[in-house]
Nanobody, 119 residues
Framework: QVQLVESGGGLVQAGESLRLSCAASGTILSINSMSWYRQAPGKQRELVASIPSGGSTSYVDSVKGRFTISRDNAKSTVYLQMNSLKPEDTGVYYC?????????????WGQGTQVTVSS
C-alpha cells in the first residue's frame, strides 16, 4: 500500500518559481522510479521528469534547463523545482511512483496539485 501526496502548487506569474513536493508513505522498493507528470485541460498527460533509483534524471525537452527533479530518500519525498515558469507550464502536476516487484512494475499516483502560471 502506497500513498502519494503532492503539495506546493499555486498561482504564480511568468518567470517565477515553484517547488513541488511529493511525500510517499508505504513501501518503496529498492528498484523504483519517481516521476512528475502534468496535464492541461484538453491535453494528454505528459511525462515531465523522472528520477529512477539507479539512473540519471530525465526531462521533457520543454522544461530542460528550467526544472530539476530530486529526491530525499530519508524523507521518502521527491521534489520538482520549477524555475522560469511559463504560461504553457500550467496544468495539474501528478507524482507517480513505480515499484519493481516480482517480474512486474507497480504504479501509484498522487491526486495532483494545480500549477497556474499567468502572463
Amino acid at each position: 500500500q502506497v500513498q502519494l501526496v503532492e503539495s506546493g502548487g499555486g498561482l504564480v506569474q511568468a518567470g517565477e518559481s515553484l517547488r513541488l513536493s511529493c511525500a510517499a508513505s508505504g513501501t518503496i522498493l529498492s528498484i523504483n522510479s519517481m516521476s512528475w507528470y502534468r496535464q492541461a485541460p484538453g491535453k494528454q498527460r505528459e511525462l515531465v521528469a523522472s528520477i529512477p533509483s539507479g539512473g540519471s534524471t530525465s526531462y521533457v525537452d520543454s522544461v530542460k534547463g528550467r526544472f530539476t527533479i530530486s529526491r530525499d530518500n530519508a524523507k521518502s519525498t521527491v521534489y520538482l523545482q520549477m524555475n522560469s515558469l511559463k504560461p504553457e507550464d500550467t496544468g495539474v502536476y501528478y507524482c507517480k511512483l513505480s515499484n519493481l516487484g516480482p517480474s512486474k512494475w507497480y504504479d501509484y499516483w498522487g491526486q495532483g496539485t494545480q500549477v497556474t502560471v499567468s502572463s
